[in-house]
C-alpha cells in the first residue's frame, strides 16, 4: 500500500463530495429503454449538460443506420438514440478513453420505471446501477481530475451510447474513432456487489437469417414445394450440434409459416452464438458459412443472412494485465480489495479491446440484479468508485504508461 499524496487526497475529497446520488435519481426517472428515442433524447439533453462542466469539444453524434429483420423476412430501417461525445485535450502526452451507456432494457411500456429506496444504503430502481450512477460517478472523477495540477498532462475521450443494451450497432464506430490512438480505456460497466471486475470476456453475435421457399399444396402437390420452415429448423439443430467447449450457441426463434395446408415459404430464424476466444469465433462463422450453403443447396431453397459478431472476444492480454494491476494497486491505496473474474458477458469493452486498446469495463457502482426489476445500486459505491477512478487517471497521467 502506497500512501496518497496531498494532491491526491486532495483530488480525491472532490471526486466523493460530487451531487452523484442526486444526479443518479434525476436520470434514472427518465426511461431511456434503447428502443425510447424521446426518452434518450431527455437524458443526452441532461447528459449534455452535465458534461459541459469539463473543458473540450461536446456534441451529440448521430449513430450510423442500421437495420431490423421483421418476421416476414422484410428489412426496415432501425432507429437508435443521438450518442455523447467529449474530446478533451487531444494534444495532451497521456490520452485515455472513458465509455458508458444512456439506454436500459426496460421499454417505455415496461412495469418496472420507478425508484425505491430499499433501506437507507441501497437504491431499487431502471438504470441506477446499468448504468446511471455509474456515467455519474465517471464525471465526478473527471470534474476532480480537472482541478488537479496534473490535468495538463492527460487528454481524454467521453463516449456516452445510446445503443450499448442492443449491441451498439449505431455507436460502434464512434467507439472504433475513439479508442485511436490511446493508451488506455475505463468503461463503466457496474462491479458485482463485492466490488468484482469483468476481466476476460466471450464473444457476441446474433443473426436474423431469412430463408425463402416455394409454396404448394400440402395434400395435392406438396413435393412441388420447398419448405422454409424446415431449412430453418434444419439450419438450427446444426447449430446447436455445435455447442461444446469455447463456442455457446442459441436458436432462440423461428418465425414463418401459415396455414396448416400450404408448404411455407418463409421462415426467419433468430440466433445467437457466444465464442470464447477468436479461433472459436472463427470456427463458429466458418460452421455457418457451410451449413447455410450446404441447406440452400439441398433443399432449394433461398437463404439470406443478416447479422453477425458484434461484440468480439475480449481476452487478458499483456497489457489489460498491466491496466488491471493498476486499478487494483489504486484499490489498495484507497483501502479495499479488487478482484476480477472472467464472464460470458459482453460490452463495449469487447470493441474497444479489439481496436488494441487496454481495457477495464467494470469501472462503476457496485450493484446487482440489473436487467430485472430488482436491479439495485450500493450507495456508498458512488463515492467509493469515483474516487477509484479519480486514483487511476491521476496515476496514468503521472507514470504516462501502463
Known amino acids: 500500500m502506497n500512501a496518497l499524496s496531498r494532491e491526491e487526497t486532495e483530488t480525491l475529497d472532490r471526486a466523493a463530495a460530487a451531487p452523484m446520488l442526486d444526479q443518479t435519481i434525476d436520470w434514472a426517472a427518465i426511461n431511456s429503454g434503447s428502443a425510447n428515442l424521446a426518452g434518450l433524447k431527455a437524458v443526452a439533453a441532461k447528459l449534455a449538460d452535465a458534461f459541459a462542466a469539463l473543458p473540450g ?51 417505455v ?55 450499448e443494451e442492443i449491441g ?19 468503461t463503466y460497466e ?41 431449412a430453418a429448423a434444419e439450419l438450427a439443430l446444426k447449430l446447436e450440434a455445435a455447442i461444446g467447449p469455447g463456442l455457446k450457441v442459441n436458436p432462440a426463434k423461428i418465425e414463418g409459416g401459415g396455414a396448416n395446408n400450404v408448404v411455407p415459404d418463409h421462415a426467419v430464424l433468430r440466433v445467437n452464438m457466444r465464442p470464447e476466444t477468436l479461433e472459436d469465433q472463427q470456427r463458429a462463422q466458418a460452421l455457418l458459412d457451410e451449413a447455410v450453403a450446404d441447406i440452400a443447396a439441398r433443399r432449394e431453397v433461398d437463404i439470406h443472412i443478416h447479422g453477425g459478431f458484434g461484440r468480439p472476444p475480449k481476452p487478458i492480454d499483456p497489457g489489460a494485465e498491466k491496466l488491471f494491476g493498476l486499478v487494483k494497486s489504486c484499490g489498495a491505496d484507497l483501502g479495499f480489495d479488487i478482484a476480477w473474474k472472467s464472464t460470458g458477458g459482453v460490452c463495449d469493452g469487447n470493441n474497444i479491446a479489439a481496436c488494441g486498446v487496454p481495457v477495464v469495463d467494470t469501472m462503476g457502482v457496485r450493484g446487482g440484479a440489473i436487467h430485472s426489476s430488482d436491479e439495485f445500486l450500493i450507495v456508498d459505491s458512488l463515492a467509493e468508485r469515483a474516487q477509484l477512478s479519480a486514483l487511476v487517471i491521476l496515476r496514468l497521467a503521472e507514470k504516462g504508461s501502463l
Open 190 to 230: 457496474p462491479a458485482l456487489p463485492d466490488g468484482t471486475l469483468a476481466g476476460a470476456r466471450g464473444g457476441s453475435g446474433n443473426w436474423s437469417i431469412v430463408f425463402t421457399g416455394k409454396s404448394a399444396h400440402a395434400g395435392r402437390n406438396p413435393e412441388e414445394g420447398r419448405s422454409a420452415l424446415l
Open 109 to 163: 411500456d415496461h412495469p418496472f420505471q420507478e425508484l425505491t429506496w430499499i433501506d437507507d444504503a441501497t437504491l431499487n430502481g431502471p438504470g441506477v446501477t446499468d448504468m446511471k450512477g455509474c456515467i455519474a460517478l465517471m464525471l465526478a472523477a473527471l470534474k476532480a481530475v480537472e482541478a488537479s495540477p496534473l490535468a495538463g498532462r492527460i487528454g481524454y475521450e467521453v463516449v456516452i451510447n445510446s445503443d
Open 168 to 186: 451498439s450497432p449505431g455507436s460502434a464506430a464512434l467507439l472504433a474513432q475513439a479508442a485511436q490512438g490511446k493508451l488506455a480505456a475505463l
Open 57 to 107: 469539444d461536446l456534441a451529440l453524434r448521430n449513430p450510423v443506420p442500421g437495420e431490423i429483420v421483421q418476421g416476414d423476412g422484410s428489412v426496415i430501417a432501425r432507429e437508435t438514440g443521438q450518442n455523447l461525445h467529449l474530446t478533451v485535450r487531444p494534444e495532451a502526452p497521456v490520452q485515455l478513453l472513458l465509455t458508458g451507456h444512456m439506454d436500459t432494457v426496460f421499454a
